[in-house]
Each structure stands twice: as C-alpha cells, then as structure tokens.
C-alpha cells in the first residue's frame, strides 16, 4: 500500500486487519458498559490523593469512530484520570475500561491502544526513529513501521536527530508518532496541541479527524476548549475532578452568543422596567446581564427611566468564556 505522507493509514504488521473498522458511531443510548471495542467507559471514577480528590465520582463514554475533547483548566484532574484509564494508576473508587477491558488485561495492548501522556519523557541523547525502533523491537513490530509513522506525522527530516535538538511541536508529533506505532484502534492523547503553532494544530485537527473517520476511537485532553473545539464532536468537560458538562460541542457553539451587560447602583429598577420578555442574569449587586435585547433598547429604558448607568455594554462571548463560565473562571486550577 502507497502511504500519503499525513494521513493515518492502516498498515500494521503481516496479519493485522487492513479494512476499515466499524464506521458508524455506536448509539449512546445503549448500554454503556457493553463491551464495544474500542469503546471507553469511566464508571464512577474517583482518585484521592491525601487531601486532594482529584477525579471525583467521574463517568463519562467516549464511541468509537469519534474524537472527544477532555477539557478542563490546569490542575482538573485530566491526566489523573488518564493515567488510570492506562492502568498506570489505581482508582481509588470506579472503573475505567477500553472495549469493556481493563488495559492490564488487554492481550496486545500496544495493537488497540495507542497513548501519549507527556511529549517531554523521551530519552534526550536518543534520536527519534531508535525511540521508535526500540519499542518496535519490543512490541515485535517490523522496523518499517517506524519509517511509515514518522512520515505519518511529518519529521521524517528530523528523524536521524537527537530528541534533544526537537522542539516542542516536533516532540509532540513525536509522541503521536509513538502512539500510532501499533495502528491502535483506540487513541488517548494528553495535551497534544501544546506546543504547536497554529499550523501544527491545523494538521493535527485534521489527523484526528481523519483517524475518527477511519472508526477509531479519540479522546484528547485540553486545558483551551478553544484549540480543540474545531476537532472534537464530543466533550467532556471537568472542574476539580467533577463532571461539568457532557455533550455535542455543536450544542457548546450554540451557547456561545451576544449579551448586553449593564452596570448600575439601580439594579432592581431597571429589572422592573424592563420586566417579564427580558431574558436577565444579576451578575454583581450593580450588574444585570441581559441575554435577549440589543443594547439600544437597554440604553432608551434605562436612560428614559432616568436611571443612573456606569456602563452599557453588548458583549461577545466566545467559546472560551463558557468554557470559563462552566469551570468557573479557572477556580478549578489547584
Ligand atoms: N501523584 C500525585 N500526588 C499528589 N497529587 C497529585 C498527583 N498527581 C496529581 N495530583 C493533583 O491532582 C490534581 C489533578 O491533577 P492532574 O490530573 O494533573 O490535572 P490536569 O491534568 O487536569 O491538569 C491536582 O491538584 C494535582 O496537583
Ligand atoms: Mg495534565
């Protein structure tokens, strides 16, 4: 088989399935804990340390043939909960499975899930393709595989060079080289857009667009809902190791919308006046915001009222700052 350069194919090892895996995202009215594969369930996950919970009382599914966005600020508890899907960490409470499995109990692990966790725990002297070679080597994978993913995630230049003199965009698609190593059906990817400059983040949407539509399973970690929101279908979205929201990232965009914010001592009035068809928020003692009339309006109520206005203003609000809305300003940093 021909490789285009940048696009995930498979080409595993001598035996490996080359068709196509099941295409169509499973229904997610089904039974969650039906052993799908490439399926991922968290069930009631929940990881303590000390005095830290950092994963509290998680569930979330992610379908095969989908990419899933894991977001949540610094410190919410993403890599935690990766790290126990990948068994490198027990739960304290809950299970976290891949096609109904937990991964110490995959049969060839590196053949249905590929992982990247840190780009930066590569050894430095060591240049990329021996990386590469020596996992090959020990998964008994043939040595042209690495040849086919380096070029699958574009270093081949840098291939032959120590990891050392790599940036940090190319220690990424380093790590999503490694991760691809064993044509995995299932891809967990922790911060890959970190980085990456705006074009490496383009080629990566459309590398994780394209591994979904080949019926693999996605689900890649971010602390920017706006860097990945152009990727996922799906999102998870946690705040001090709680779920804050699950969905369509469709629905998410459709959230993100205009609103008139006003700012006076006279709060209460103007609620009066401006009555019952007015969709409002009390933001502050002195801040009204008003989802569902132009500031034009506002302003000839208000000021028609003779009421006293500091400010009036009609906000954009973008995808970052519902995301900050729902993880509360980034309270969730710990
Ligand atoms: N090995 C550990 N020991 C103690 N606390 C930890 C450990 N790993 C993570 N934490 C804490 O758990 C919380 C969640 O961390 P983490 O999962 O790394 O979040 P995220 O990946 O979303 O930034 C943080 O408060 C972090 O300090
Ligand atoms: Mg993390």
Redo the contacts with the bound molecule.
């Keep these: 088989m021909r490789m285009q350069p940048g696009m995930p194919q498979h080409v595993g090892p001598p035996g490996y399935p080359q068709a196509g895996y099941p295409q169509q995202p499973v229904s997610m009215d089904l039974n969650p804990h039906a052993p799908i594969p490439g399926r991922i369930v968290v069930a009631g996950l929940s990881?303590q340390?000390?005095a830290?919970r950092?994963?509290d009382n998680l569930s979330f599914t992610v379908e095969p043939g989908t990419v899933t966005g894991f977001l949540?600020?610094?410190?919410?508890?993403?890599?935690?909960?990766?790290?126990m899907l990948l068994g490198l960490?027990t739960a304290t409470t809950g299970v976290a499975t891949i096609g109904g499995q937990f991964y110490a109990n995959l049969p060839n692990p590196i053949r249905i899930v590929g992982a990247s966790l840190e780009a930066s725990s590569f050894h430095l002297a060591r240049t990329g393709r021996n990386h590469l070679r020596i996992l090959a080597a020990a998964a008994g994978l043939p040595e042209r595989r690495c040849d086919e993913v380096i070029d699958m995630v574009g270093i081949t230049p840098a291939a032959k060079r120590k990891v050392k003199t790599y940036s940090m965009g190319m220690k990424q698609r380093l790590a999503l080289a490694t991760a691809m190593l064993g044509d995995p059906h299932v891809l967990i990817l922790?911060?890959p857009t970190n980085g990456l400059d705006p074009e490496g983040i383009r080629w990566i949407r459309h590398f994780l667009r394209a591994l979904a539509s080949q019926g693999r399973t996605v689900l890649v970690?971010s602390?920017m809902l706006a860097e990945v929101s152009q990727t996922v279908d799906d999102v998870v979205i946690?705040a001090q190791?709680r779920s804050v929201r699950q969905g369509k990232v469709a629905e998410l965009i459709g959230q993100a919308h205009s609103y008139v914010r006003v700012r006076t001592t006279q709060v209460e009035q103007l609620m009066t006046l401006l009555g019952e068809k007015a969709q409002m928020r009390r933001t502050a003692a002195n801040e009204l915001c008003i989802d569902n009339m132009p500031s034009t309006e506002v302003g000839k109520i208000a000021y028609g009222n003779g009421l006293e206005v500091e400010e009036l203003t009609t906000v954009q609000s973008d995808l970052e700052e519902v995301f900050l809305q729902l993880t509360h300003g980034g309270a969730?940093i710990?």
């Design positions: 990881k340390f000390k830290v950092a994963v949540g600020p610094n410190g919410a508890g993403k890599t935690t909960t990766l790290r960490m922790d911060e970690s602390h946690i190791g969730g710990r």
